[in-house]
């Protein structure tokens, strides 16, 4: 008899059936009325999901993408960006940055750790000609939220005409996001993870103070944001969309508007809080910093190397591995995804099962 196999990985994420069941429909004409309808309900719980008045873009492609685009819509080589680096997204943005010639100035911090924060204003003021700063809100690859409210108002002391452009792919739906009221000007999230939804989806959030330095014309067509703004405005999308991704994402948006947000972020800090309690009493150490609710990073005790491979298939729960560096050091346990208490408690179970019979 095959197992039933549970997702506790930071992403793509287990899916409520209502989620599913709305991409399994047959695909609406995206030019149609009724797609129209759902675009104009998904782009006003996407508001209310960045805590934003501005508009909220979706595109067809995963986060990379809209990094990408807003990286383009911002710079022209030569221009200089500052990233605030403490893992492996953070390093991937910078190489972004510096592969459309961007000169990038670095503020790292060690893998686990939180971004620096005297080094930030340090480098704020030590250059004057800082287009744009960039920051991951949850950095996936170690579990640790950064504190993005502390971070925008230095940028704003320091360099008041940057845009701040927040990764917040992990955090969205899961850890606490004011996106207006933070002072944020551009967020990127994607559907596969606290917003609930099927992977292949990116959102962005892009404020005034973004869209006025945009470039007017984008060197990519696919990825020029000012139509995708344009189209938005009017419901709808300059290209065709994943339609069948949409629907799924408005099932979704609904479930977490139903929820409200403050209950969600609630319940999520109580699930991660739970299984860390049940790590440590096991014996497991955490981790880095641990500060975020959307992804538990867990040291792999020496004794049980096959740790990931165990839990699928004497237990049937799929984890993430470490990344880079930390591939055989650590895994992920993410919280994003839909589940039944049950499961995180069989999950707790599985691994205090493991190391006690070491």
């Known amino acids: 008899m095959k197992q039933h196999i549970r997702l506790f990985t930071p992403g793509p994420i287990a899916v409520h059936p209502a989620v599913l069941r709305a ?17 104009e309900r998904v782009q006003r719980r996407l508001r209310m999901l960045f805590r ?17 685009a807003v990286a383009q819509m911002l710079h022209q080589p030569g221009t200089e960006a500052v990233v605030c680096i403490n893992g492996r997204f953070s390093s991937r943005w910078a190489a972004m940055l510096q592969r459309l010639g961007v000169v990038v100035h670095r503020v790292e911090s060690v893998w686990g750790e939180n971004i620096a924060l005297e080094r930030l204003d340090a480098v704020l003021r030590q250059v004057s000609a800082i287009q744009s700063v960039w920051v991951v809100h949850c950095e996936t690859s170690t579990g640790v939220l950064v504190p993005l409210e502390q971070i925008a108002t230095i940028v704003r002391q320091h360099a008041p005409d940057a845009v701040l452009c927040a990764d917040v792919v992990s955090s969205l739906g899961i850890d606490p996001f004011e996106m207006d009221g933070w ?38 067509l696919y990825f020029d944001l000012r139509l995708a703004l344009d189209a938005a405005r009017t419901h709808t999308t300059p290209f065709t ?34 299984l860390r309690r049940r790590l440590r009493t096991a014996g497991y150490q955490l981790f880095g910093q641990c500060t975020s609710h959307a992804v538990t990073p867990v040291i792999i005790p020496p004794s049980v190397p096959g740790i990931v491979e165990v839990l699928q298939e004497r237990y049937g729960f799929i984890v993430a591995r470490g990344q880079e560096h930390l591939r055989d050091r650590i895994i992920r346990i993410g919280h994003c995804g839909w589940y039944r208490r049950r499961d995180l408690v069989a999950l707790a179970d599985a691994l205090g099962e493991m190391i006690s019979s070491l």
């Not at 991409?23 to 675009?39: S, V």
Request: glycine share 8%.
């Open 23 to 39: 991409a399994a429909q047959q695909p609406l004409y995206h030019r149609g009325q009724e797609f129209r309808q759902i675009m």
């Open 52 to 68: 934003t008045r501005s508009p909220v873009v979706v595109l067809t492609s995963s986060a990379t993408g809209a990094h990408e």
């Open 183 to 220: 002072g944020v000007d551009v967020a990127i999230a994607s559907s596969q993870k606290g917003v609930g939804g099927l992977p292949g989806l990116a959102l962005v959030a892009i404020g005034s103070r973004a869209e006025e330095r945009f470039r007017d014309q984008s060197p990519s």
């Open 241 to 274: 969309p994943a339609v069948t991704l949409v629907a799924a994402l408005d099932v979704a948006l609904e479930q977490i508007e139903r929820e409200e947000l403050p209950h969600r972020w609630t319940r999520y800090a109580r699930d991660a809080t739970y």
